[in-house]
């Protein structure tokens, strides 16, 4: 088989770590997608976990005709030739849905948003268990306060619960990435704070902010134009702070504020 650079194809072959990311919740009896089959090897692991369905999402077309000639005898399983990306996944997940997938390097964050957004929230899907390149992932965990405090931790933490996390050497893959990775499990919830109506509006405000990180914020709150007065007084916001000092729940007020007076 070949393995294509450009669809991030680094596949898992250690199965120490693959009992290790599904001894994480229960498959059995539970509807599965996993994204990114690959070669199958975490696939075959889950069936041997007597899941209710499985569907495996491959976008490379040679990869998805392997998984079906070598697990055709399965008949809980179903394979989709597709990009994640661009499917409608509201009508591939059904209540309590478990996600999983080694994520393409290049598109994981995409990957993760496409999540975040769904609407309504809470969705259907009950945990996602996604592998991410080690410096994604330690954005993603980061909290106010870490060196690696993001746009990419404040977004997930508004609709998204960590559960659990661990690093996977970059020696446990075929072919060898030049980087670890880590494995991140989510629960979706309703965040007491979050009360913004759209995840485009945050992923709006925390750019603006983050795109002058080292600016004091004054200067940001001028050019989204909102009237900063009233937001100022009733949260306390120092204007000589930058970007990384303002609390996720902060941002979240913020957005809720510039929905309400754009």
């Known amino acids: 088989m070949k393995f294509k650079k450009s669809l991030g194809q680094n596949f898992l072959i250690d199965k120490n770590i693959s009992k290790k990311i599904l001894s994480l919740t229960s498959f059995k009896n539970k509807n599965i997608i996993e994204i990114g089959a690959g070669t199958g090897n975490l696939s075959t692991e889950i069936l041997k976990l007597m899941p209710r369905k499985l569907i495996c999402i491959e976008k490379d077309k040679n990869f998805s005709k392997y998984l079906k000639d070598n697990l055709k005898n399965e008949k809980n399983l179903s394979i989709i030739n597709g990009d994640i990306l661009k499917l409608n996944l509201k009508k591939l997940i059904s209540n309590e849905t478990i996600i999983i997938g080694n994520l393409p390097y290049n598109i994981s964050t995409q ?5 975040i957004k769904f609407n309504p929230w809470p969705p259907k ?6 592998m991410f390149q080690k410096e994604v992932g330690e954005k ?3 909290s106010l306060g870490s060196k690696n405090y993001s746009r990419l931790s404040i977004i997930t933490k508004s609709r998204l619960k960590i559960l659990n996390y661990f690093y996977v050497s970059k020696n446990c893959f075929f072919p060898k990435p030049k980087v670890d990775s880590m494995i991140i499990e989510f629960e979706p919830f309703k965040r007491k704070g979050a009360n913004f109506k759209s995840i485009k509006s945050l992923e709006y405000i925390t750019g603006v902010f983050f795109s002058n990180k080292r600016k004091m914020i004054n200067k940001t709150f001028k050019k989204l134009k909102i009237n900063s007065d009233n937001i100022l007084k009733n949260q306390n916001i120092d204007l000589t ?4 000092n303002l609390s996720e729940i902060l941002y979240y007020k913020i957005t ?4 309400k007076n754009r």
Do not use: A, G
């Open 140 to 142: 993603i965990i980061s």
């Open 256 to 259: 809720e504020y510039y929905e």
């Open 241 to 244: 702070l930058r970007p990384e």
């Open 111 to 115: 990957i993760l948003v496409k999540f």
């Open 125 to 130: 899907f009950s945990k996602l268990i996604f």
